[in-house]
Nanobody
C-alpha cells in the first residue's frame, strides 16, 4: 500500500509561482513512476505531467509545457511540481499518483495510488 500526501497548494495571483509536493509512504518509492493530475470545477480530471522512476523522463500536457516542471527526490520519497507563470485556468485540485506499471502514463488507469489532492486557486 502506498500513501500519498500532497501539500503546497494555495491562493495566488496570475503570474505567481507555487511548488507542490507529494510525499509517499513507501519503502520502494523509486519503483513507481509518478504523475500529477488536476481537476477543475465541473471538469474531468486531466493529466498534467509525469516522471519516470529515476527522473530521467518527463512528459507534460501542452497546456502547462514550459511553465510547469516535475521533479523527484527518491531519497526523500517526494515528487514535486513547480508551477510558474500561473494562470486562472490552472485553478484546480491537484492530485499526485503513483504507477507500478509501464506506459500509458497520460491515463488515470495507469496509476495504482492517488493522493487526496491539494487546491490551487489562481486569481486574475
Amino acid at each position: 500500500q502506498v500513501q500519498l500526501v500532497e501539500s503546497g497548494g494555495g491562493l495566488v495571483q496570475a503570474g505567481d509561482s507555487l511548488r507542490l509536493s507529494c510525499a509517499a509512504s513507501v519503502r520502494t518509492f523509486s519503483s513507481y513512476a509518478m504523475g500529477w493530475f488536476r481537476q477543475a470545477p465541473g471538469k474531468e480530471r486531466e493529466f498534467v505531467t509525469r516522471i519516470s522512476r529515476r527522473g530521467g523522463n518527463t512528459d507534460y500536457a501542452d497546456s502547462v509545457k514550459g511553465r510547469f516542471t516535475i521533479s523527484r527526490d527518491n531519497d526523500k520519497n517526494t515528487v514535486y511540481l513547480q508551477m510558474n507563470s500561473l494562470k486562472p485556468e490552472d485553478t484546480a485540485v491537484y492530485y499526485c499518483a503513483a504507477s507500478s506499471g509501464f506506459g500509458g502514463y497520460g491515463l488515470q488507469s495507469a496509476y495504482d495510488y492517488w493522493g487526496q489532492g491539494t487546491q490551487v486557486t489562481v486569481s486574475s
